[in-house]
């Protein structure tokens, strides 16, 4: 399903009803949406193992402007600010309230703009493995857990401006089984819808030059970010 927020359709996906019955009544539960990794990447990532999450709450799978099945927009809204605002815009649209954001990989990133511009919107904000680090560090410990050619394969693709397929097939081969113990699948990946030139627009943008703590994401004032306990 695609919803327009303004000129720009964003494709999401839902598993799990919002009211379930519940003896004489229904019951509302609450609304988790779900943010991929990337940039470039798409929902597919989530599933099929994050829609257990359904047995608890309603779990709404979306893809970034640019990415997966939504709309592409243009390179200068290939940004966190936009892709912040586009996530409380479908919230509006959708007549989502206080979601539970959960932000993975890149998706972190986009879940923390989006605290940082709407403080009061969500209800919690999860962060999965979005990484805090360098491109040359974060290649030398998948050399240290899969040995040289991981090494090669995580430089090719992590510290290039410009990854190519090769490079993302490379990586993938390499250093995707080490991101867990539990067993690799590779139709995982194979499924998903790889948009390159957004990965390489923000590598060679905001990547690696945002920080939340100086700055808003809407503009370059310096200011402290400060979120509460009921926000984290």
């Known amino acids: ?50 829609g257990r999450l359904a047995d608890i709450a309603q779990v709404v799978y ?13 390179p200068e809204q290939w940004n966190l600010a936009q892709w912040a605002d586009d996530l409380k815009a479908f919230c509006d649209a959708t007549e989502i309230e206080r979601p539970i954001v959960l932000g993975l990989s890149f998706g972190g990133f986009v879940a923390i703009a989006y ?4 403080p009061d919107h969500p209800s919690k904000l999860v962060l999965c493995c979005t990484r805090a680090g360098r491109p040359e560090r974060e290649a030398a410990v998948f050399e240290r857990l899969g040995g040289k050619q991981a090494g090669i394969a995580a430089r090719g693709f992590l510290c290039a401006e410009v990854p190519d397929r090769d490079a ?15 067993p690799y699948d590779p139709e995982k990946d194979a499924r998903q819808l790889w948009k390159l030139d957004v990965l390489s627009a923000f590598r060679n943008g905001e990547d690696y030059t945002f920080d939340y703590l100086l700055q808003s994401c809407a503009n370059s004032s310096r200011r402290e970010i400060k979120l509460n306990d009921a926000q984290l």
């Open 1 to 50: 399903m695609r919803i327009d927020i303004g000129g720009m359709r964003i494709f999401f996906d839902v598993e799990g009803a919002k009211l379930r019955p519940d003896g004489p009544r229904m019951r509302e539960v609450p609304t988790m949406v779900l943010l991929h990794g990337g940039p470039g990447g798409d929902h597919s990532a989530f599933k099929p193992h994050y």
């Open 62 to 74: 979306i893809d970034h402007r640019g990415q997966g099945r939504s709309d592409r927009g243009t």
């Open 115 to 118: 605290a940082t511009r709407y």
């Open 168 to 182: 993302l097939r490379e990586f993938i081969k390499h250093c995707r089984p080490l991101y867990s113990h539990a």
